[in-house]
């Protein structure tokens, strides 16, 4: 906040209108005794000194930066461009919020339809909304809209391998709606088995918390064939190579856009990313911007729809709890144009091969044993002994292993959740698993 002086004159104005002679009269109900209380703080410092005190604190923190990081579990380490930093904190778009007004938000609102084009192309969704908080409240409210669409139907089937952390805030959700969250285990095709005439989705995670990527051809028409709507959860760096879910028949796309262009800063804020089918527009919450061309022909961009209830009445909203996260997409939106389609296919090939040169190499330490099946950047390693005392004992290395398990399942002791990005090297690679060797006897 920058300091704004006042003059003995502006002082004195503001007085007279509050009707009092003196700053000391303004305060006199306040007992003297508590005006200037003895606050007991040490000595001031410099800035020099405040700043080398800050620096040795912040040098006591495991980062990405300062190791060998390998650990992801809904946040993850890509590399960010430095233009979209630089781009990004640019005095106008710093100070603009929210585009209430067309014809003066017209670079906003440019922004918000890029994004909403180029994130389309990638879920393969006829329209993306701008936005939600993060990715678990984007997927909570994709189950509203499935449930709001369905009169009587009140099931809502989700993997038993969601984020731990998503199934909390699909609980705080829906704790004041008569809807039953079904867990099913196994693949998508499992929960089919379950689906019923009270059944308003399913939910498939794509690729699931553990990493693991499940098939999802044929399940949309299944679904569908129940009457439900069916909803998946994505990566979004994944679907530079792999097919997008609307491709593969999802109606609502859901996932969390922090990969692209974001920051981890310790969990936010993140981007919550939404997709529909052309059925469901009008159903979805957000805003949704379109392109035209004013009286003169100029292209302009126009908000098309808006089912926020500052703009309808409150009891029509679709939604009373959605955002739109103006400089988190901002950011998303110039590191997608930076990279292009061939550049994030090449980053999801980086964490591809990596990722799986780092099985290899763990699957080869005796005593440890990867998780089979397909992954995406991260996978599952049975430790010897108790993972959260590996991780310990790595983490006084500078390397961050990756995720116990334990800390959502008491019964997992001996698994990790390892993860694996463009930004590991060989050499970090190459590190862990000598490290995981010597402390796994």
């Not at 553990?210 to 009457?227: K, N, P, T």
């Not at 679709?318 to 550049?343: A, D, P, Y």
């Not at 430790?383 to 800390?407: D, F, M, Q, W, Y």
């Amino acid at each position: 906040m920058p300091f704004i002086a006042n003059t003995d004159a502006d002082r004195q104005k503001m007085l007279d209108t509050v009707g009092v002679k003196s700053v000391e009269e303004l305060f006199s109900d306040i007992p003297a005794a508590h005006r200037f209380p003895q606050l007991g703080l040490d000595r001031a410092l410099s800035e020099m000194e405040v700043m080398r005190e800050l620096e040795s604190m912040a040098a006591k923190n495991a980062s990405a930066s300062n190791s060998a990081w390998f650990l992801g579990a809904g946040a993850y380490n890509h590399f960010i461009p430095a233009a979209v930093g630089m781009l990004a904190t640019r005095g106008e778009f710093l100070s603009a919020y929210t585009p209430y007004q067309p014809e003066v938000s017209q670079g906003t609102l440019q922004a918000i339809f890029e994004y909403q084009s180029m994130a389309g192309q990638l879920l393969g969704m006829d329209a993306v909304n701008a936005s939600h908080y993060d990715g678990s409240t984007a997927l909570a409210e994709a189950i509203l809209m499935a449930y709001n669409q369905s009169a009587s139907r009140h099931r809502i089937l989700i993997p038993a391998a969601l984020h731990p952390e998503y199934k909390d805030v699909l609980r705080t959700y829906f704790e004041a709606f008569e809807v039953e969250l079904v867990e099913y285990q196994g693949l998508p095709q499992d929960g089919l088995k379950m689906l019923d005439d009270q059944t308003a989705c399913l939910v498939a995670s794509y690729p699931d918390f553990e990493g693991r990527i499940q098939q999802l051809a044929g399940v949309a028409d299944a679904v569908h064939a129940a009457g439900a709507l069916f909803i998946v959860h994505a990566d979004p760096v994944m679907l530079g190579l792999f097919k997008s879910p609307g491709e593969l028949g999802a109606d609502i796309v859901t996932a969390e856009g922090q990969s692209l262009g974001n920051a981890m800063n310790y969990g936010g804020p993140f981007l919550g990313m939404m997709g529909v089918t052309q059925k469901l527009v009008r159903k979805m919450p957000g805003r949704l911007v379109g392109q035209t061309v004013d009286g003169k022909g100029r292209r302009g961009f126009v908000l098309t729809l808006s089912a926020r209830e500052q703009h309808i009445r409150r009891e029509k909203a679709v939604s009373n709890i959605c955002s739109n996260q103006g400089l988190v997409m901002l950011m998303t939106t110039i590191h997608l144009e930076l990279l292009g389609k061939h550049g994030l296919k090449k980053v999801a090939e980086l964490c591809w091969n990596k990722s799986h040169y780092a099985a290899e190499q763990i699957n080869k330490v005796g005593g440890y044993k990867v998780a089979e099946g397909q992954f995406f950047k991260e996978f599952v390693v049975k430790t010897p002994r108790p993972a959260a005392e590996i991780a310990e004992k790595l983490e006084r290395r500078g390397i961050v292993p990756g995720l116990p398990l334990s800390r959502y399942y008491k019964d997992r002791t001996h698994e990790l959740l390892v993860c694996v990005t463009e930004m590991n090297t060989k050499a970090q690679i190459d590190l862990l698993a000598q490290a995981l060797a010597e402390v796994g006897v």
